[in-house]
Each structure stands twice: as structure tokens, then as C-alpha cells.
């Protein structure tokens, strides 16, 4: 059992906590503050210090995450033996007469089920301790306390201590609600540290250039501040004073303040820059710059990592880049690594860079070689720090543009595809549809009504022949050479991985961010496109003929839209002065979504049961399997039409549906159920997008069919294969 000494030049036994991995660089920072008898020990640092040094180091410690006076180190830590290890410590000789305390327990033990538990048992230990030796007790105060009381469970054993700095020493005190991953201020300061930034200031303070293009709320910028200023962290914990145990020495602790605020020096380097793409995000950094006291030598601002340029030759690019936590971030995190990498070397030649990935996170997209790794821990998080040392290119010569091959063949299309394009009035087209082995990519331009232009842009799975590696580095070079042939801002770029879907699998939302769509025009009709929460994009390209076909075709007439999805070709059916639409689908999603689409072009749709048997609206939105709606809806002679649009699903097995369904072996029931419901005259327009679909014409007996393949596909879609396949189909003539 430690207690404090009445002469505070006695060296005392101190245990400094740390994040896993972090153990070696605290060792040497405490060494520098004039610790003795460093040694690391079950995860902690040791150290022996006076009071003095004791004050340096809560102070100065830029690691540490909690200095600790042990205290006890008991076996069975069950509720009895909690309180029996805490009564044995003489707590009144340690606790100043009025402080207040509280009790912290962390960590686990199959001797206590519940933490609180075990704090009470150690808070009545405490308690009692006092009132037999003076017969009061000490407040407690949960929130604010005088001293605060720590117990670690570990396994079979325990610690009980007082937590001399009074909490998390990385909590400095600049920082407000952060981004929505903060990283700790500690962490960050271990992270420079390893990236030497210290020396830098040191040994250049003129030269020593930093950049963090993913700050966040600032605080890797803001902690290289506070190092290039010789500020100790602990000066901006204002209220913090370790006060409330006997050993304090109020004097003896303000002339250390007083050495540490004389030690602080104005930055003499340039300017220590932060930015990122979210201005609530810089905003907050900001503020915490002003907090910390060093807005003087850091500038935040909003912008995009892969139009960044160096502030200067050669520096330290530092930074915690997302980690994409969740399945459906992992496309745009293979993006935004892929392009990282491909930027890093393009532009910032003569840089050191050190990035904090996960584990989780596949850094080998970013094509870079690190020639330093260090284990880190950013909370639960297994995470490497990785350096790179971007090499400058001789002269800084123009370097070699990527993937100079698939760049000429996407230029070639360009050039084409932009003429026909503005001649017939297309402002969204594919632009390039795995024209090259190598590159097996869907390309589709979007035009917003904004004037904005976004890309979406597909990878299909690379057969097995060709290296995972190989076929890495061949999207890296795709994903920078099409910013750089189509002028696309990169945020404007979304990229998909295309696998093999499975029912309406391709039509399931993903787990991503909030969905930002946007919208688009097409032949005077308003539509809304989504590029990033799901597989597609709301508005199939391919069929842009044939929606405006239906335009044209269906003034005064009634259209029935099967398998709607979102209604794209009912809002251009009404646009030409359809009599009346009718669009069925199961899912809420597209339905709400087709609800917009004719909304934005200035007719009112509401979704309803497709069971209902009440007549439809002008345009209305059915929400039923089309597969059973269209069998029932022969029995009803109102439900007639003069044009149908059938665009099955090439296989689905919704829960929600009587049975599965697969187009090939199921499309002639389907087709002459839905011709049921077409007018003398009428024309039922049936497409499909599965290859090596044969109709089954002999079985269609009784029906006009023939194929208008060719005559649904513009320009952007002539190369073989066709995307679909299409037929017109009407009743034959008696």
C-alpha cells in the first residue's frame, strides 16, 4: 500500500496509463520529463518520480492517458473483496479533510457482475474508513470530484489507485462535439511523435510544413501546434488542480505552472493547415484553434483531398482517413484510397506522409509501398500507422498520366458521345461500357438541372485469371484518369462494385450515408437520380429510347407500368398527355420515389394497396406483386390499356411474393396474362436484360410479337451485347 510522504524531494512509484501500443514512445517522454526506473509492465508505464517531476509530467505528457498513484493489487475481486482491500488503506492519511471523491471502475471480472457494484463496495470502504477515524464521512461527488478513485478489474486480479490527474489526461479542453470519428488528443500527439514531427520543429522550425486534409475537428493540427509552441497540454485544463490528497503541494504546483506558461514561444514556421470536405467539421476546428490558443499558426478550410496541392516542396502530410466501419462504405472507401494514392504520388513528390488505417481497411488500394508501419489502437480499433515517403520526381518532370490506354479509349468516346449528345438534347449517357478487357467498367455521365455533372461509374469483378493486385492497380489508374479526361470534381464521382445480383437484390439500399439525390432532365421530363445509396441510380439509361417513345405514343391513352420501379416511363407518359397511368411495384422505396418523379413534373400521385379494389386514379402508384395484381386485374374489364410496359426482373424471390419467379423459364404466363389486359389495337412492350433470353414465340400463339431491339437503343448503348432486349406485342389480327 502507497501513501504519500511528507517530503515531497522522496521519489514516489507512479503508474502511467497508455493506449495499447503506445507503451515504448511514453517510455521515452517520460524519461524526458526527468522520470526514473521507466519500465513498461502490464500495459502501463512504471516510473518513479518526486513531487516535482510528478507535476512535469501531468503537465507535460502528451501520451499519457492517466497518471495513477497505486494504491493495492488484490486477488478475487468479488464484492467482499473489494471492500476488504479498500478498508485496509488508511484513506483519511490519504485524502485531504472535505474533499470530495468519487469511485471509477473499469475494466471486467467474472467475480463481479456489475461495476457499480463493485464502486459501491469500495465507496463504503472509504466511507467507513472515515468515520471511525474521525466520525464523518467525505462527500461524494460523482461528477466534480476532489480525487478521484480508480479500480481496474483484470481477469482473476485488481488495482486500486488515485487517479493523480484526476482524469483522462487527453482530454485537454479545446475540444467541442467533434466530427464523427474525433480522434483522441493523446493518440494524436503519439502520432506525430512517431512521425517525428517534434524533431522537425527542432531541427527546421522554418521548413517544417504540416498538413492534415482530414482533420476533422482539428485535433492532429491543433496538438502539432501546441508541440511547435512548446505548449504544455496540461495548461489548457483550466479548472484542473491536483488537489484533494494529501500529498498535493499548492506552491510547489504553481511554480510549475509558472515554468511551463514561460516556456511557451511563438510559432516562427509556417502556417500548420487542416482541411476537410465538411464545413461543420472545420468550423469546429476552428473554434478549437481559438480555444487552445493557437489560431495564430493553423488555417482550416473546406476542400476535397484529391484537388488538394502542396503548400510547399516538401513536408509532413499527417492524417486519420476514414476507416469505412460499416459494408456499405466500402465503395467509396476503395475510391477515395484508390484516388488517394494515385494523388499522393502525382502531386505531392518530396512529402513524408503518414496515414492512421485500420486494420479493417484495405490500404493496399492506395499503391503505395510504406517503408514504416507502427501497431496503434484507436480506441476498440486495430490500426496501423503507416509512413510513406512520396519520392519527387526529377525536376519535378510532368509525370506519366494513368492508364494511358483506357484515358485514350474514354477521350475517343468523349469526343463522339458529347457531339450526339448535344444534337439530340441527352444530358445523361454511358460514356464508356468495358470497351477494354483490362478495364471492366460502366461509365454513365449525369447531368443535375443544377448544372452539376456526376459520373457513375461500375466495377465488374475481374475474372479470377487476373491477380487481385493487377487488378487494383488497374481501377487506381481508371479512377484518376477519368477525373482527368471528364474534368469531374471527385466528389462528384461514384463508384460501385457490380456483383452478381440476385432477385431485386440490386435495388436493396446499402448501408451508407444519407442518400443525396439529385435531379436531372430527360426529354422536358424531371427525374430524380441517386447514385450512391444503391445499386442503380433510379433511372435506367438504356431505356431512354423507349420512355420516349411511350411519350409520343400515349396522348390520350392509357399506359399500365409493370414492374415500374420508379415510374421513370409513367411520368413521360403523362408528360406526352397520357389519359391515365397506372404503375405497380412492391417496393415503398421506388414508389415513393416514382410519387416524386411524377410530382416534380406537376402530376399528383399517392401510393395505395394494389388489392384495393377501388378504381385508379389518373396516375396512380399500386403497390402489389405484378405477378399476382396482373393474373387478378383480368377479371376487371375496366382495367384495359392501350399501351403496357413489362420490364420484369430477370429472377426474384421476394419474401412478399406467392412464389419466385425467373424470366426465362416463367415470361410467356407473364406475358399473356399482362396481354389480357390490352385493348384491340394496344401494344405491349415486354424488355429484358438477361442475356441469352429466347423468347418463347411458338407459345405466344394468338399474338403479334416482333423484336424492336434496335430500335430501343441510342447511341451510347450500339455496342454489342445489347443491354436488353425488346419486343412490341400486340393481339394478332383475326
Request: aromatic letters at 6%; hydrophobic letters at 40%.
Amino acid at each position: 500500500m502507497a501513501t504519500p510522504e511528507n517530503d515531497p524531494s522522496t521519489p514516489q512509484e507512479y503508474r502511467a496509463t497508455v493506449a495499447r501500443g503506445l507503451g515504448p514512445l511514453l517510455a521515452e517522454e517520460l524519461v524526458t520529463l526527468g522520470a526514473a526506473d521507466v519500465r513498461e509492465e502490464g500495459g502501463a508505464v512504471h516510473f518513479s518520480a518526486d513531487l516535482e517531476t510528478l507535476y512535469r509530467v501531468l503537465l507535460g505528457s502528451r501520451i499519457a492517458s492517466r497518471i495513477l498513484l497505486p494504491l493495492a493489487r488484490f486477488e478475487q475481486p468479488d464484492g467482499d473483496g473489494c471492500y476488504t482491500a479498500a478498508r485496509a488503506i488508511d484513506w483519511p492519511a490519504l485524502l485531504d479533510p472535505g474533499a470530495t471523491f468519487a469511485v471509477e471502475v473499469g475494466g471486467k471480472s467474472r467475480h463481479i457482475r456489475h461495476t457499480h457494484f463493485a464502486g459501491v463496495r469500495i465507496k463504503d470502504a472509504v466511507a467507513d474508513a472515515f468515520r471511525e477515524a474521525t466520525g464523518a464521512r467525505p462527500d461524494v461527488d460523482p461528477k466534480h470530484p476532489d480525487v478521484r478513485i480508480l479500480l481496474q478489474l483484470q481477469g482473476d486480479h485488481a488495482r486500486l489507485s488515485v487517479d493523480i490527474g484526476n482524469g483522462g489526461l487527453h482530454r485537454r479542453g479545446y475540444r467541442g462535439a467533434g466530427g464523427a470519428a474525433p480522434l483522441r488528443e493523446n493518440l494524436a500527439a503519439a502520432l506525430l511523435a512517431r512521425a517525428g514531427w517534434p524533431a522537425r520543429v527542432e531541427d527546421d522550425p522554418e521548413q517544417a510544413q504540416l498538413l492534415d486534409p482530414f482533420c476533422g475537428s482539428g485535433t492532429l493540427v491543433i496538438e502539432a501546434a501546441l508541440i511547435a509552441t512548446h505548449t504544455a497540454p496540461g495548461l489548457l485544463r483550466q479548472d484542473f488542480r491536483p488537489q484533494g490528497w494529501a500529498g498535493h503541494d499548492a506552491a510547489l504546483w504553481q511554480r510549475c505552472v509558472d515554468t511551463a506558461q514561460a516556456a511557451v514561444r511563438p510559432w516562427q514556421g509556417p502556417t500548420l493547415l487542416g482541411s476537410d470536405r465538411d464545413p461543420r467539421a472545420v468550423q469546429a476546428a476552428r473554434q478549437a484553434a481559438r480555444t487552445a490558443g493557437v489560431a495564430a499558426c493553423t488555417r482550416f478550410e473546406v476542400a476535397d483531398v484529391l484537388t488538394l496541392t502542396p503548400p510547399a516542396p516538401n513536408g509532413l502530410l499527417i492524417s486519420n482517413p476514414p476507416y469505412g466501419e460499416r459494408i456499405g462504405d466500402q465503395p467509396e472507401l476503395i475510391k477515395l484510397y484508390s484516388l488517394l494514392g494515385e494523388h499522393l504520388k502525382q502531386a505531392f513528390g518530396g512529402w513524408q506522409v503518414a496515414l492512421l488505417v485500420a486494420d479493417t481497411t484495405d490500404s493496399r488500394r492506395l499503391g503505395l509501398r510504406a517503408t514504416r508501419k507502427y501497431r496503434v489502437h484507436n480506441g476498440p480499433i486495430d490500426c496501423q500507422l503507416l509512413e510513406f515517403d512520396i519520392h519527387a520526381r526529377e525536376g519535378q518532370a510532368e509525370a506519366a498520366p494513368p492508364a494511358p490506354e483506357f484515358a485514350n479509349r474514354l477521350r475517343k468516346n468523349l469526343k463522339h458521345l458529347d457531339r450526339w449528345a448535344r444534337r439530340q438534347g441527352v444530358t445523361c449517357y454511358r460514356i464508356y461500357s468495358a470497351d477494354l478487357d483490362e478495364y471492366p467498367l460502366l461509365i454513365d455521365r449525369y447531368q443535375a438541372t443544377d448544372g452539376s455533372v456526376h459520373l457513375h461509374l461500375q466495377e465488374f469483378a475481374a475474372p479470377a485469371s487476373v491477380e487481385p493486385a493487377r487488378a487494383e492497380a488497374r481501377l487506381r489508374g481508371a479512377l484518376a484518369a477519368t477525373l482527368e479526361v471528364t474534368g469531374v470534381a471527385p466528389a462528384h464521382l461514384h463508384y460501385k462494385q457490380r456483383r452478381a445480383q440476385k432477385g431485386r437484390s440490386q435495388y436493396q439500399r446499402a448501408e451508407t450515408a444519407q442518400p443525396d439525390p439529385f435531379w436531372v432532365e430527360e426529354h422536358g421530363c424531371r427525374l430524380k437520380v441517386e447514385l450512391d445509396a444503391y445499386l442503380d441510380s433510379g433511372l435506367f439509361l438504356d431505356h431512354r429510347p423507349m420512355r420516349r417513345r411511350l411519350q409520343e405514343e400515349c396522348r390520350g391513352l392509357r399506359l399500365l407500368n409493370l414492374f415500374c420501379y420508379t415510374a421513370a416511363v409513367s411520368a413521360h407518359a403523362a408528360m406526352g398527355g397520357a389519359r391515365q397511368t397506372v404503375s405497380v411495384d412492391l417496393s415503398n422505396t421506388y414508389l415513393d420515389w416514382a410519387a416524386d418523379n411524377l410530382a416534380a413534373n406537376g402530376f399528383e400521385a399517392s401510393v395505395r394497396d394494389g388489392r384495393s379494389r377501388r378504381r385508379p386514379d389518373t396516375h396512380a402508384l399500386l403497390r402489389a406483386d405484378c405477378i399476382t395484381w396482373v393474373r387478378e386485374a383480368a377479371d376487371d374489364p375496366a382495367l384495359r390499356f392501350e399501351r403496357i410496359f413489362l420490364d420484369p426482373p430477370t429472377f426474384s424471390n421476394s419474401k412478399r411474393t406467392e412464389a419466385d419467379f425467373e424470366v426465362q423459364r416463367d415470361h410467356v404466363e407473364l406475358i399473356r396474362d399482362a396481354a389480357r389486359l390490352l385493348t384491340e389495337g394496344g401494344i405491349l412492350y415486354f424488355s429484358t436484360n438477361r442475356r441469352r433470353f429466347e423468347l418463347d414465340t411458338e407459345s405466344l400463339a394468338g399474338l403479334e410479337v416482333r423484336e424492336i431491339t434496335r430500335e430501343t437503343l441510342d447511341e451510347d448503348f450500339r455496342r454489342p451485347p445489347p443491354p436488353h432486349r425488346c419486343w412490341a406485342i400486340s393481339h394478332a389480327a383475326d
